[in-house]
């Protein structure tokens, strides 16, 4: 693939604004009953944070990734980074952050009746960002994973 | 120096130590960095948006006062930071016509708004804003962000983001020594919004 193509590729699979974006997320394929997992990158712009899944104070908003129920693949439990304690110029404690690229990993298992095929496991995530001075509206955005069952 | 002149050398000895020691030396002129001059001032547009008792709260019904208006939100850190300083602001200055108004920007309104603003304990008056009262003040998306409006309703400074509590309280005090403008007319502004 030619590097136009390639960027065409990954601005068409990048969802989101507002300063966090969400790329392709990697293949998903199994039989039925199998364990499968995905792993969704994840990129915050520079200069920015998200909360973690689990900020250190009760009034921020945690990062969190859940998938709408139906489709071939059931469960979705989400494994989330570890994350960093950074310390920002509003707040005396340290803050429990995602920064720069990661990715989530999703645990799915695919439907002992799931049909044999494509499909598209859709989910949604919730996030709110700030920089070192101000913190913008919560977004949350569509994350969508396609899968194959065999 | 002749003897006669002692008592004028001591009363202004004793205006300048008052002055000092108090820091409320009333001829003392502030003059803050962020404070537009007068000419390029714009107008605050008005709205209209409820507070915690359902009353419909105008901007135009703090005309005549300098004006701290300040968008924020529950789940922002650094709105956390400055609403004290607000507090405090309201407390020291309340009396010279100065009135802090809140709009926050919370999506679930009054039911995460209330407990906050009970823990916090906030002396001055907050409304639920809306993404059309947003777009009047230039599409505020980062929080908080602050406007201090003129005693003629005219916005003469605009902080993005945490500011520095000197910058609003030299901006507070210098357009509270500002002479009384014409104050804000309903008739006179534009993009009039009710709350939802």
Redesign the interface.
């Given at each position: 693939m030619g590097v136009l193509p390639a960027l065409l590729c990954l601005v068409s699979w990048s969802q989101g604004n507002g300063h966090l974006r969400v790329g392709e997320p990697g293949k998903v394929a199994g039989k039925r009953n199998a364990m499968v997992q995905v792993r969704i990158p994840v990129m915050v712009d520079k200069g920015f944070h998200v909360n973690s899944n689990t900020p250190a104070e009760d009034y921020l908003i945690p990062l969190k990734l859940v998938f709408n129920p139906g489709g071939g693949l059931i469960g979705g439990d989400v494994v989330y980074p570890k994350p960093t304690l950074e310390k920002y110029d509003f707040g005396d404690q340290p803050l429990s952050v995602f920064t720069g690229n990661f990715d989530l990993v999703v645990k799915f298992q695919v439907a002992p009746d799931a049909p044999a095929g494509p499909g598209v496991k859709v989910g949604k995530l919730r996030y709110q960002a700030c920089d070192n001075k101000a913190c913008y509206p919560p977004k949350t955005i569509e994350v969508s994973v396609p899968y194959q069952v065999q | 120096m002749p003897a006669s002149r002692f008592p004028a050398l001591i009363a202004a000895i004793l205006v300048v130590a008052g002055c000092l020691l108090t820091a409320d030396c009333s001829s003392e002129t502030v003059k803050a960095a962020s404070v537009k001059p007068d000419s390029e001032r714009k107008q605050a547009p008005e709205f209209a948006l409820k507070d915690a008792d359902g009353k419909l709260v105008h901007l135009s019904d703090y005309r005549g006062k300098v004006v701290l208006l300040d968008f924020w939100?529950?789940?922002?850190?650094?709105?956390?930071?400055e609403i004290p300083w607000f507090m405090d602001m309201q407390r020291k200055n309340k009396d010279r016509g100065f009135e802090v108004l809140g709009v926050s920007?919370d999506?679930e309104g009054w039911e995460v708004v209330k407990p906050?603003l009970a823990d916090l304990q906030v002396n001055y008056r907050v409304v639920i804003g809306n993404d059309a009262t947003a777009q009047l003040y230039g599409g505020v998306?980062?929080?908080?962000?602050t406007f201090l409006i003129d005693r003629g309703g005219k916005i003469a400074a605009v902080h993005?983001?945490?500011a520095s509590r000197r910058d609003f309280e030299d901006g507070i005090e210098e357009l509270l020594q500002a002479p009384t403008g014409g104050g804000i007319t309903r008739a006179a502004v534009s993009g009039q919004l009710v709350a939802r």
């Open positions: - | 939100a529950t789940w922002c850190g650094p709105c956390k930071i920007m999506d906050f998306d980062a929080l908080p962000t993005v983001g945490l």
